[in-house]
């Protein structure tokens, strides 16, 4: 009984070991992205919209390949009664009582207007649109990947430092408990520190509550179970190089993918054109075919062959077919306005994710030079306030300052990382980031 007990002690102790080792999660942000990229369900919508215009463009490359089409009947007859009236009245045959028909026919297509060709054009140019259109939603899943991989470090940062100074905070309220009984500061004096503590657990509960819907946030689009507690690596945030940051749009209108799509649905706009002319002209193909019959008794068929050439021309398509032009060359038309407005917004975004990146940069160092102006002020308050020459307001302030001081600092560097790969990421190049750097 005792051994059992013992045993089911420890498979309860393992068990609980288990679910504490499952619960919190170690990951780099390149094994975020990655993983993101692997399972999100927006990355396989994308991949599936390629994988469709794959068997449309295959399915288009079919009607250049020759049509071949085989036929048979078989069929028991009545008693039938044939007469030949040109052969005399006493001509007769004798009564069939089955039939049998097979025909194969064969058709190639040779000239349609240079329509097979523009259509096999159209699709690829659509493919590839597509495919573009995939890496991007690739590279919004990334950024949306680091994003939350970001925020969660900037909300555990934050905990981290506010925990370490409710430390110093409660055991301020323990000295001055013994001073407020010794009577050497006056009661108002300890409840300002309490206050303080009071206030720095509100800001804990509030950065516990961002940790845990930011870790939900991530769980769900990685496909982890929320129960899952990501714990982000710090060293993503201080060891990446972001010497090769870009600094024109130049980067971006050659790499950006879905300015390539755009582009590459106009070279298929282009091709659907030349698909609506087709109308203009005949279409031509080579035919070929072979017949056997066997009607019992009557008549054998066999090796009929038969081949040629087929013509056709809808001639009140000719008069109908200008709108058809018409209509694929307005949607050309529209592909490259929409081309140019692309283009447009592209400088933009680059310009503006430039400058926020330079100003991140520049915040850091002031919130660096910060931190060491409010950890001296802190210091000689607190010198005078141990010496009797400054209140406990003061004391207070500068304690305040300094904890926001070390939070912006902490955050600051996570900024820079943030909008770099914001910035790599309206240039075209964040997926490229990871893939080369294979973190």
Same mark, same amino acid.
């Given at each position: 009984? $005792?051994?059992?007990?013992?045993?089911?002690?420890?498979?309860?102790?393992?068990?609980?070991?288990?679910?504490?080792?499952?619960?919190?999660?170690?990951?780099?942000?390149?094994?975020?992205?990655?993983?993101?990229?692997?399972?999100?369900?927006?990355?396989?919508?994308?991949?599936?919209? &390629?994988?469709?215009?794959?068997?449309?463009?295959?399915?288009?490359?079919?009607?250049?390949?020759?049509?071949? $089409?085989?036929?048979?009947?078989?069929?028991?007859?009545?008693?039938? %009664?044939?007469?030949?009236?040109?052969?005399?009245?006493?001509?007769?045959?004798?009564?069939?009582?089955?039939?049998?028909?097979?025909?194969?026919?064969?058709?190639?297509?040779?000239?349609?207007?240079?329509?097979?060709?523009?259509?096999?054009?159209?699709?690829?140019?659509?493919?590839?649109?597509?495919?573009?259109?995939?890496?991007?939603?690739?590279?919004?899943?990334?950024?949306?990947?680091?994003?939350?991989?970001?925020?969660?470090?900037?909300?555990?940062?934050?905990?981290? &430092?506010?925990?370490?100074?409710? $430390?110093?905070?409660?055991?301020?309220?323990?000295?001055?408990?013994?001073?407020?009984?010794?009577?050497?500061?006056?009661?108002?004096?300890?409840?300002?520190?309490?206050?303080?503590?009071?206030?720095?657990?509100?800001?804990?509960?509030?950065?516990?509550?961002?940790?845990?819907?930011?870790?939900?946030?991530?769980?769900?689009?990685? $496909?982890?179970?929320?129960?899952?507690? =990501?714990?982000?690596?710090?060293?993503?945030?201080?060891?990446?190089?972001? %010497?090769?940051?870009?600094?024109?749009?130049?980067?971006?209108?050659?790499?950006?993918?879905?300015?390539?799509?755009?582009?590459?649905?106009?070279?298929?706009?282009?091709?659907? =054109?030349?698909?609506?002319?087709?109308?203009?002209?005949?279409?031509?193909?080579?035919?070929?075919?072979?017949?056997?019959?066997?009607?019992?008794?009557?008549?054998?068929?066999?090796?009929?062959?038969?081949?040629?050439?087929?013509?056709?021309?809808?001639?009140?398509? =000719?008069?109908?077919?200008?709108?058809? &032009?018409?209509?694929?060359?307005?949607?050309?038309?529209?592909?490259?306005?929409?081309?140019?407005?692309?283009?447009?917004?592209?400088?933009?975004? &680059?310009?503006?994710?430039?400058?926020?990146?330079?100003?991140?940069?520049?915040?850091?160092?002031?919130?660096?030079?910060?931190?060491?102006?409010?950890?001296?002020?802190?210091?000689?308050?607190?010198?005078?306030?141990?010496?009797?020459?400054?209140?406990?307001?003061?004391?207070?302030?500068?304690?305040?300052?300094?904890?926001?001081?070390?939070?912006?600092?902490?955050?600051?560097?996570?900024?820079?990382?943030?909008?770099?790969?914001?910035?790599?990421?309206?240039?075209?190049?964040? %997926?490229?980031?990871?893939?080369?750097?294979?973190?």
């Amino acid at each position: 009984m $005792k051994i059992s007990q013992l045993m089911l002690f420890g498979v309860f102790f393992i068990g609980i070991s288990s679910a504490e080792a499952q619960e919190k999660t170690s990951l780099t942000l390149g094994e975020a992205v990655q993983m993101a990229w692997e399972k999100s369900n927006e990355v396989t919508l994308a991949n599936t919209k &390629v994988n469709t215009k794959l068997y449309e463009l295959k399915t288009v490359k079919n009607n250049q390949y020759p049509d071949l $089409k085989i036929s048979g009947q078989y069929q028991r007859l009545t008693k039938a %009664s044939i007469d030949m009236p040109n052969q005399g009245e006493s001509a007769s045959l004798a009564s069939p009582d089955r039939a049998m028909l097979g025909m194969a026919n064969l058709s190639l297509p040779i000239f349609a207007g240079f329509k097979i060709q523009s259509s096999i054009d159209a699709y690829d140019n659509l493919y590839e649109a597509e495919s573009a259109n995939a890496a991007k939603t690739k590279e919004d899943v990334a950024l949306k990947t680091i994003t939350y991989y970001t925020a969660l470090y900037k909300a555990q940062k934050t905990l981290d &430092v506010l925990n370490e100074n409710q $430390k110093s905070a409660k055991q301020r309220v323990t000295d001055f408990t013994e001073l407020e009984k010794n009577g050497i500061i006056p009661r108002n004096d300890l409840l300002k520190a309490q206050l303080l503590v009071s206030k720095t657990q509100l800001s804990i509960d509030e950065a516990n509550n961002n940790i845990n819907n930011i870790n939900y946030y991530l769980t769900t689009l990685l $496909k982890l179970d929320p129960s899952v507690k =990501i714990q982000v690596n710090e060293e993503d945030f201080f060891n990446l190089k972001t %010497s090769n940051a870009p600094t024109s749009d130049a980067i971006a209108l050659e790499n950006r993918k879905d300015l390539e799509a755009v582009r590459l649905q106009g070279k298929a706009s282009e091709a659907n =054109i030349k698909i609506a002319k087709a109308g203009y002209y005949p279409a031509i193909s080579l035919l070929g075919g072979y017949t056997a019959l066997d009607l019992k008794d009557i008549i054998t068929v066999k090796y009929a062959m038969n081949f040629g050439i087929g013509l056709s021309y809808d001639l009140s398509g =000719i008069l109908k077919n200008n709108v058809h &032009v018409k209509e694929a060359e307005s949607r050309a038309l529209e592909i490259k306005n929409t081309e140019a407005i692309m283009t447009d917004k592209i400088k933009v975004e &680059v310009q503006k994710s430039i400058e926020d990146y330079d100003l991140a940069i520049n915040q850091s160092v002031v919130y660096d030079e910060a931190l060491q102006q409010a950890a001296e002020n802190y210091r000689l308050v607190k010198d005078k306030f141990d010496n009797g020459l400054s209140d406990t307001n003061d004391l207070v302030e500068a304690d305040v300052e300094h904890l926001n001081a070390k939070i912006q600092t902490a955050l600051s560097k996570a900024t820079i990382i943030q909008k770099y790969y914001e910035l790599l990421s309206v240039s075209g190049q964040l %997926s490229q980031s990871f893939n080369l750097s294979k973190i």
